[in-house]
């Protein structure tokens, strides 16, 4: 793994040129954000994950950046890169709703941010389509209740401090199993400004949308959807503990 690692100094040229300034940067960019990396205390980047840009795999790539494994001193983070392209016209933004959920302990630490990177603790682990995907045999069912509760009781923090997150009804690339824990990522959308809907979001995805619903149904057998709208009804009016518990009771979780 070690020698996987290629030094920052060499994203300069291609084919790490494309990660670091991506889609397209020119010579002097690619110069101010090595710098910028150096202040950062990054030192290298490990290419490695389930996405491919050209010839090179990354954890993930959305509309705001690209993530790649780095390495801070001796470290290894989460290095979100601010896309050249991207609406967005720096990164702090971001790293400010993070800082936000990570006090109610949620999502990834946030280590570190300048303006056009975020260093976040990487997390272990596959994102949770993939993973409900892989469940089988016996404890089937206790492991997947088990995460599922963990990332609902994410949700109703958030819910309890006014922070959507904004991109839960698309779930599959938004929370990572991990084996120490499970945990949303990816606040980029994230807003203190809107209605949440984090634990109504999540529960339709899991149990009433269509792809991981059905699987999860072949794992576990759940209430009919209509029953599970009528809970989530009355906690999106009320919002409070009790209410929360109730969809978790109808939930078998």
């Known amino acids: 793994m070690e020698q996987s690692f290629v030094s920052i100094k060499k994203f300069i040229n291609e084919p790490y040129s494309k990660i670091l300034g991506y889609p397209k940067a020119n010579s002097r960019q690619l110069k101010s954000r090595i710098s910028e990396l150096e202040k950062l205390k990054i030192k290298s980047v490990l290419f490695a994950g389930q996405t491919t840009i050209g010839i090179l795999q990354i954890l993930g790539k959305g509309y705001v950046g690209v993530v790649v494994l780095a390495k801070k001193k001796n470290d290894i983070v989460a290095l979100k890169i601010r896309r050249l392209d991207s609406q967005r016209s720096e990164m702090q933004s971001e790293a400010k709703l993070l800082r936000l959920a990570n006090t109610v302990n949620v999502g990834p630490k946030l280590y570190d941010v300048s303006k056009n990177f975020l260093v976040m603790e990487y997390l272990e682990g596959d994102k949770i389509e993939n993973w409900i995907h892989s469940l089988k045999g016996v404890g089937s069912s206790k492991k997947l209740k088990s995460v599922v509760r963990a990332i609902l009781e994410d ?35 994230s807003s203190v400004n809107r209605r949440v809907s984090n634990v109504t979001s999540v529960t339709q995805a899991i149990f009433i949308g269509s792809g991981i619903a059905k699987k999860v149904q072949r794992i576990y057998k759940v209430p009919p959807k209509q029953k599970i709208i009528d809970f989530l009804r009355i906690y999106k009016q009320e919002q409070t503990q009790r209410s929360f518990d109730d969809v978790l009771k109808i939930l078998k979780l």
């Open 155 to 189: 949700c109703y923090r958030l819910d309890q401090i006014g922070f959507d997150h904004g991109e839960l009804s698309s779930i599959s690339k938004h929370v990572i199993v991990g084996k120490s824990r499970s945990t949303l990522i990816d606040f980029e959308s």
